[in-house]
C-alpha cells in the first residue's frame, strides 16, 4: 500500500532553519503533484506549497520567499527547506500526494518555532 513519511520536524528559535522530507513508498510510488500542508492549533489546515513532476512549484503567500519545496522524482520523495522561521509557522506539516482519482496523506510533522 502506498504510505507517506514526514521527517525532519523539530524545535528551532525564529529565525532559525528547518527541513522536512517525506517520503514515498508502496506498488505505486509516484504521483504528478505532492504539496506540504501544515495545520496550527486552532486553525484550519492551510496549503503551503505543492511541486509537479516537472519541477514547478508554487507557495502560500505567507511563506514565498522563505520555504522551497523540490522533489527527487527517482527517489519519490518531496522536501521542504524552511528559512527565516516565525512562530507563526508553528504547526503540524503535513504530505500530500495526489494523482487523478487517487491522493495520500502523511501523518505528519511537527514544526515548533519558539524562543
Known amino acids: 500500500q502506498v504510505q507517506l513519511v514526514e521527517s525532519g520536524g523539530g524545535l528551532v528559535q525564529p529565525g532559525g532553519s528547518l527541513r522536512l522530507s517525506c517520503a514515498a513508498s508502496?506498488?505505486?510510488?509516484?504521483?504528478?503533484?505532492m504539496s506540504w500542508y501544515r495545520q496550527a492549533p486552532g486553525k484550519q489546515r492551510e496549503w503551503v506549497a505543492h511541486?509537479?513532476?516537472?519541477?514547478?512549484?508554487s507557495y502560500a503567500d505567507s511563506v514565498k520567499g522563505r520555504f522551497t519545496i523540490s522533489r527527487d522524482n527517482a527517489r519519490n520523495t518531496v522536501r521542504l527547506q524552511m528559512n527565516s522561521l516565525k512562530s507563526e509557522d508553528t504547526a503540524v506539516y503535513y504530505c500530500?500526494?495526489?494523482?487523478?482519482?487517487?491522493?495520500?496523506w502523511g501523518q505528519g510533522t511537527q514544526v515548533t518555532v519558539s524562543s
Open positions: 500530500h500526494a495526489m494523482r487523478r482519482g487517487e491522493q495520500h
Open positions: 508502496g506498488t505505486i510510488s509516484f504521483f504528478p503533484v
Open positions: 511541486i509537479f513532476r516537472n519541477g514547478d512549484a
